[in-house]
């Protein structure tokens, strides 16, 4: 509703602390050294995952822990490897 407000951290001021962009992830070096695209894990994944997931994990914008999962399981599925969270993210 217009005129209302809500004390979360999508609508605070990044004065405030708040960050989202964590810069590049060690995802994408993982992915370039197994030779591996985004639409390759995108075709891997069983799960609602999208192109634009994967280009905001590797470029490190902020996910949420659920969707950094579905991509851990993609990655793995893809690679054949068996990567953990903080192999893929920084943050």
């Known amino acids: 509703m217009p005129g209302t407000t809500c004390d979360n951290e ?14 590049p ?5 993982i992915l370039a050294a197994r ?4 639409h390759q894990v ?5 799960e609602q995952l ?3 997931m994967m280009a905001k994990a590797c470029r490190g914008r902020y996910l949420s822990p ?3 999962q579905k991509i851990l399981r993609a990655v793995n599925k893809a690679s ?4 953990t969270l903080s192999q893929l993210f920084n943050y």
């Open 25 to 29: 992830q060690p995802i994408g070096d």
């Open 35 to 38: 030779g591996l695209t985004n």
């Open 50 to 52: 999208t192109h634009k």
């Open 80 to 83: 054949g490897e068996s990567y």
């Open 42 to 46: 995108v075709a891997a994944s069983t």
């Open 10 to 23: 999508y609508t605070k001021p990044a004065s405030e602390g708040i960050v989202r962009e964590y810069g």
């Open 66 to 68: 659920k969707v950094r």
